[in-house]
């Protein structure tokens, strides 16, 4: 029975085993998060650019307009054609920094935008692996959930067969112990590795329950 309770046991495990397995979806939700930060930075540096557009056609419109003034041919005053050559030169400074650091921003939305591609791409692989392995798992759950419907039958059986005094002992040895029966080799309990005195040794000879008097457990020979 204990080699049953033993199969049990090692079932049970792999029962917890799978079910963790089935609810950990850490590698998914790390993609997606990695995918949400990237597509978020990918629209602040879309909106930078945005704004600098915006900014380079209102310098260009008011560039416009003041270069119509200059070159207009209806300003004469030289102190005004002056002030409006120096707002010409200061806009046209202002819209060629502007337009660099437009450069700049446009070249990280291209770089953000490959992150987001690469993620996205991460994220579909995890995801299709996720779905094989839980189908694996689903399988193998069912598998290992029929094995200990069959092993609680098989034990069933055996109890019905054990007196049940006996089955009492090896039940309460075993929450004790865990391991409940324990072989005899070389006159050694191999549960607790302690000597048997010869009483129990020729005992558990005849075929009688025998408990190690050191360990508890309930001996057998081979």
Known sequence: MQEVDTELE??????????????????????????????????????????LENDIADITSKLTTVEKELYGGKVRNPKELTDLNRESEGLKTKRSQLEEKELGIMEQVEAASVTVT??????????????????QLSTELEKVKEA???LKEKRKLLVEGIDPEAVTIYDGVKRQRGTAVARIEQGLCRGCRITLPVTEFQRAKTGNLVRCGSCGRILYLA
């Open 10 to 51: 090692s079932d049970e495990k792999a029962v917890t085993r799978i079910n963790i397995q089935l609810s950990d979806n850490t590698a998914v939700t790390e993609a997606q998060s990695r995918l949400d930060s990237a597509r978020q930075h990918l629209a602040e540096q879309g909106k930078q650019q945005r704004s």
């Open 118 to 135: 690469n993620l996205t791409g991460e994220l579909k692989n995890l995801q299709a692996e996720r779905q094989s392995q839980q189908k």
């Open 148 to 150: 200990i419907a069959g």
